[in-house]
């Protein structure tokens, strides 16, 4: 069974950064798609940033991008999220997601997630 078992986040002004983990376990991630997601309250689960274990070929949503740095660290089996530049509209629970069934942006095709971390932007 894989679990997804989530640190980092907090509160941070507009301009600040701040650093996710997400350490996996339940088997060997060699191969594979890790994810971020987020949601704010009253929206919907949106995608941030995918990467593969195997290759790290990363993608990101179109509002983080050049802000947000997704990687990996495959000796720890821990996928990062470094956010830097971070905008009051950022805030949202931070939710890590692992081995999906379909496309990879698509919150709805996990089955794995981690519990959840909380990222607010004071402007």
């Known amino acids: 069974q894989v679990q997804l078992v989530e640190s980092g986040g907090g509160m941070v002004q507009a301009g600040g950064s701040l650093r996710l983990s997400c350490a996996a376990s339940g088997r060997t991630f060699s191969t594979g798609v890790m994810a971020w997601f987020r949601q704010a309250p009253g929206k919907e689960r949106e995608f941030v940033a995918t990467?593969?274990?195997?290759?790290?070929?990363?993608a990101y949503a179109n509002s983080v991008k050049g802000r947000f740095t997704i990687s990996r660290d495959n000796a720890k089996n821990t996928v990062y999220l470094q956010m830097n530049s971070l905008k009051p509209e950022d805030t949202a629970i931070y939710y890590c997601?692992?081995?999906?069934?379909?496309?990879?942006?698509?919150?709805?095709?996990?089955?794995?997630w981690g519990q959840g971390n909380q990222v607010t932007v004071s402007s």
């Open positions: 990467i593969r274990w195997s290759a790290g070929i990363t």
């Open positions: 997601a692992a081995d999906p069934r379909g496309a990879t942006a698509r919150p709805e095709e996990y089955d794995y």
